[in-house]
């Protein structure tokens, strides 16, 4: 299994960062991606992947991150994937849910992560919050760049799936699929693509049923996956194998275990 989206920087995790790494490889849980919110985070990345071999990065600013004075050069950007772990950009993208103060920013710093996925050849990782249709509309405009997308902790509407589906970007489910109040969530993913779908933690946020009220952590996925693999009807170790076929896909620069 892999945790395709977590914050391994933030103090509920990095306070117990060795007990984390070691529960998560007991659940069998064999590569993370650990996700930059914003460009100070870099080095709690960094000196992560120096330690643990099987902790990947994806480098960018999460919009409820961005303000006036924050850009995304190519330059710094080029400098970071100069590493071979960084194997993704972001995470970027629309989240309107608490303010629209920085509303033309957010859409500054999204479209400055989509050129850098496109001048690098790296994946973009989307957080959208009450900005569906306005993300479609950016995307939309690069739609002959075949872009590489996943649209991390999916809640998205039959709308987004379909428009995911027949662009062939991907979605990735958390904890949140689990959720006794998730019924139209998973009325949606129903018609998902199983060759799009990645599973994530998000952590330390949104831990799973049965998890729910404790921080969220790597090892915890497993919980996610076993329900999506009833979800489909597919057995647990063939699900695991699908989803790691599929973030392998994606993100190309991770190596696969031999």
């Given at each position: 299994?892999i945790?395709?989206h977590?914050h391994?920087?933030?103090?509920?995790?990095?306070?117990d960062?060795?007990n984390v790494?070691?529960?998560?490889?007991?659940?069998g849980?064999?590569?993370l991606?650990?996700?930059?919110?914003?460009?100070?985070?870099?080095?709690?990345?960094f000196?992560?992947?120096?330690?643990?071999?099987?902790?990947y990065i994806?480098?960018?600013?999460?919009p409820?991150e961005?303000?006036?004075?924050?850009?995304?050069?190519?330059?710094d950007?080029e400098?970071?994937i100069?590493?071979?772990?960084?194997i993704?950009?972001?995470?970027t993208?629309?989240?309107f849910?608490?303010?629209?103060?920085f509303?033309?920013?957010?859409?500054?710093?999204?479209?400055s992560?989509i050129?850098a996925?496109?001048?690098f050849d790296l994946?973009?990782?989307?957080?959208?919050?009450n900005?569906?249709k306005?993300?479609?509309e950016?995307l939309?405009?690069?739609?002959?760049?075949?872009?590489?997308?996943?649209?991390?902790?999916?809640?998205g509407?039959?709308e987004?799936?379909q428009?995911c589906?027949?662009?062939?970007?991907?979605?990735s489910?958390?904890?949140?699929?689990t959720f006794k109040n998730?019924?139209?969530l998973?009325e949606?993913?129903?018609?998902?693509?199983?060759?799009l779908?990645?599973?994530?933690?998000d952590?330390?946020?949104?831990?799973?049923?049965?998890?729910r009220?404790?921080?969220?952590?790597?090892?915890f996925?497993?919980?996610t996956a076993?329900y999506?693999?009833?979800?489909y009807?597919?057995?647990?170790?063939?699900?695991y194998k699908?989803?790691?076929?599929n973030?392998?896909?994606l993100?190309?620069?991770a190596k696969?275990d031999?």
């Amino acid at each position: 299994m892999i945790d395709s989206h977590c914050h391994l920087n933030f103090p509920a995790i990095k306070a117990d960062i060795k007990n984390v790494i070691k529960r998560s490889k007991e659940s069998g849980v064999t590569k993370l991606l650990t996700i930059n919110t914003n460009p100070d985070e870099f080095d709690d990345h960094f000196n992560l992947i120096k330690e643990y071999e099987n902790i990947y990065i994806a480098y960018g600013i999460h919009p409820e991150e961005v303000k006036d004075n924050s850009y995304l050069s190519l330059d710094d950007m080029e400098d970071k994937i100069k590493n071979s772990r960084v194997i993704g950009i972001g995470e970027t993208g629309l989240d309107f849910y608490h303010s629209i103060e920085f509303k033309k920013k957010q859409y500054d710093i999204f479209e400055s992560h989509i050129t850098a996925s496109k001048e690098f050849d790296l994946p973009i990782i989307i957080h959208q919050r009450n900005s569906e249709k306005e993300i479609i509309e950016v995307l939309k405009k690069y739609r002959n760049d075949n872009l590489k997308i996943v649209f991390h902790c999916f809640t998205g509407s039959n709308e987004l799936l379909q428009f995911c589906d027949d662009n062939k970007y991907y979605i990735s489910l958390s904890g949140i699929v689990t959720f006794k109040n998730a019924n139209a969530l998973r009325e949606t993913i129903k018609n998902a693509s199983l060759d799009l779908l990645l599973i994530e933690t998000d952590s330390p946020f949104l831990a799973p049923t049965p998890m729910r009220g404790k921080s969220n952590e790597p090892s915890f996925v497993k919980f996610t996956a076993d329900y999506l693999a009833d979800f489909y009807s597919i057995q647990k170790e063939d699900f695991y194998k699908l989803t790691d076929n599929n973030f392998y896909k994606l993100f190309s620069r991770a190596k696969q275990d031999s």
